[in-house]
């Protein structure tokens, strides 16, 4: 079974600067996505970046990219010029590319703060 | 553009009681999925749907029962409510014709067992 960990249970950042998330995985898997989810005080759960294994190239999406090391089984999140809005908690998950399991599976996330 | 819908928003049950949740996927998507979210922790995987049959099962207790109607909107059966059932209860959908099969969540339903 996979696992998801997310080592850092609250994190906090300055306006404007940035920060990084961590999330390593367990997995004996060659092929699969990785996500990060965002859930602010209205807990809807809102994508925002996913990884595809088989792509060396890290996903970028605006002000939030990855750092994605396959062979360490790490997956980080930076975000850059960090605002308000982004204060949330931050859940990196875990799913398989094929067959019939595609549920997530999530890390227990890491509470970021963003501090005027 | 249309999101999963769930329905109720929240709902309040005494110990022992029975609650039904629904959920109305994306138009077009075939795939369900259920989580469920306890306070302060991450979402846990229930039970998946594809085209009206169960496609994984997770940690979902015996005393839950989930099916997929013909027009895909898929509901969560909860009997003998107990106080550890409180929780946040996501619905997401998915489509298997997408490359990514991105899940969709729904705005929950809050459930809280007295």
């Known amino acids: 079974a996979q696992t998801v960990t997310q080592s850092q249970p609250e994190m906090s950042v300055q306006e404007a600067e940035t920060v990084t998330l961590s999330c390593t995985y367990d997995?004996?898997?060659?092929?699969?996505?990785l996500f990060w989810y965002k859930q602010p005080p209205s807990r809807q759960m809102i994508l925002v970046i996913r990884?595809?294994?088989?792509?060396?190239q890290n996903a970028t999406e605006n002000r939030f990219s990855v750092n994605f090391q396959k062979a360490a089984k790490s997956f980080s999140l930076k975000i850059s010029d960090s605002q308000l809005g982004d204060a949330a908690m931050y859940f990196c998950?875990?799913?398989?590319?094929?067959?019939?399991?595609?549920?997530?599976?999530f890390g227990k996330g890491t509470l970021l703060t963003v501090n005027p | 553009a249309a999101g999963v819908i769930q329905s109720p928003r929240h709902l309040i049950k005494e110990k022992r009681e029975t609650a039904t949740l629904k959920c109305y996927p994306i138009?077009?998507?075939?795939?369900v999925y259920w989580y469920q979210q306890g306070p302060g922790q991450d979402p846990q995987f229930l039970i998946s749907?594809?085209?009206?049959?169960?496609?994984d099962k997770g940690s979902i207790p015996d005393r839950f029962s989930a099916q997929q109607f013909s027009d895909y909107h898929s509901e969560l059966n909860m009997s003998s409510l107990e106080l550890g059932d409180s929780a946040l209860y996501f619905c997401?959908?998915?489509?298997?014709?997408?490359?990514?099969?991105?899940?969709?969540f729904g705005p929950g339903t809050r459930l809280t067992v007295l």
């Open positions: 998950a875990y799913r398989s590319l094929g067959g019939s399991n595609y549920k997530l599976t």
């Open positions: 997995t004996s898997e060659s092929d699969y996505y």
């Open positions: 749907f594809y085209e009206k049959m169960q496609s």
């Open positions: 997401a959908s998915s489509s298997m014709r997408w490359a990514y099969n991105e899940q969709f």
């Open positions: 138009p077009r998507h075939d795939t």
């Open positions: 990884q595809e294994a088989y792509k060396q």
